[in-house]
């Protein structure tokens, strides 16, 4: 209900704002972009198309806006994490599946651009231009051929949502580490025991005797259970500070391996060539 409320708030203000501009002779293209927001449920490609074209040649300039993102929010009322999905998207079919730009979405139904957009990701964002991708994303190397050839049916073939297409290719292309589905399993339990603890005193006809021993039994078995998890835990942070530093861009290094050649440390101090007495040479 909320979500729904929401959205119906948004395309008033974008019905309001749609009616003042056809009034007043707005840009084509600007009321071009506010139509194809009203349908962006039944065709996100016609918007993400018009997105590409307004930053590639900087139109929101001309309407007022200083910076992209700053126009779709303000105008068009779309986050900037939607804006980059979009338009990874339609990059994507454009370089990858040109084919699909000409569906109608009738006869042959439209990806969503979640599934488009998941299925960039698992390519790598490089197969989008560098304009198209959010500021965070990382660039793996492409699955093997196999694999994006039954992505690639999964998306466009099938028409599986994001949702299907995680549950199905996560474990392969994001598969978790070694201990981490153990470790998910303990946590459930200590929680667990943790909350049955909470409600054994509001349960009616328990005595008070059976409360205190079962409380007692389970604070013993999180107490195990804490034992069990902590070394799965410092061995998964290890992990993931092996892998963060993997990921670090390299620092420039002196012969040493410390600071570079010519370059004081931080925080020394500069030391000044000594002056020179008056009128010697």
């Known amino acids: 209900m909320l979500y729904a409320g929401l959205v119906a708030k948004a395309t ?13 002779g707005a840009d084509p293209q600007r009321l071009a972009a506010l139509r194809s927001t009203q349908r ?3 065709s996100w490609v016609e918007l993400a198309e018009i997105l590409v074209e307004v930053r590639r040649d900087a ?10 993102y700053a126009y779709c929010a303000q105008e068009l009322f779309l986050k900037r994490a939607t804006v980059d999905k ?8 454009q370089r990858l599946a040109p084919s699909v730009l000409k569906w109608d979405g009738v006869e042959r139904e439209i990806p969503s651009y979640q599934a488009v957009d998941y299925f960039s990701r698992a390519m790598g964002t490089a197969s989008a231009p560098a304009e198209d991708r959010a500021a965070n994303d990382a660039a793996p190397a ?3 051929r196999e694999l994006i050839k039954e992505l690639r049916h999964a998306v466009f073939d099938e028409g599986q949502s994001v949702a299907e297409l995680r549950r199905r290719f996560d474990p392969i292309l994001h598969p978790k580490p070694a201990g981490s589905e153990q470790l998910d ?3 459930k339990a200590i929680a667990a025991a943790r909350r049955l603890a909470e409600l054994l005193p509001d ?3 328990l005595t008070d005797k059976r409360v205190a021993v079962t409380e007692k039994a389970l604070g013993g078995l999180r107490e195990e259970l804490e034992e069990l998890a902590a070394p799965l835990r410092e061995k998964l942070a290890r992990k993931r500070t092996a892998k963060k530093a993997l990921r670090a861009p390299p620092h420039p290094e002196g012969p040493d391996g410390g600071q570079p050649e010519g370059e004081p440390a931080a925080g020394a101090r500069t030391r000044k060539p000594p002056r020179r007495a008056a009128g010697r040479q």
């Not at 139109?59 to 992209?68: D, K, P, S, T």
């Not at 979009?86 to 079919?93: G, K, N, V």
């Open 12 to 24: 008033e203000k974008i019905d309001a704002l749609l009616s003042r501009l056809e009034q007043s």
């Open 40 to 42: 962006f449920k039944r």
């Open 59 to 68: 139109l929101y300039q001309a309407w007022g806006h200083e910076e992209f």
């Open 86 to 93: 979009l338009t990874i998207s339609f990059s994507t079919l």
């Open 142 to 144: 492409p699955p093997p």
């Open 185 to 187: 399993t303990i946590s």
């Open 203 to 205: 349960v009616a006809g």
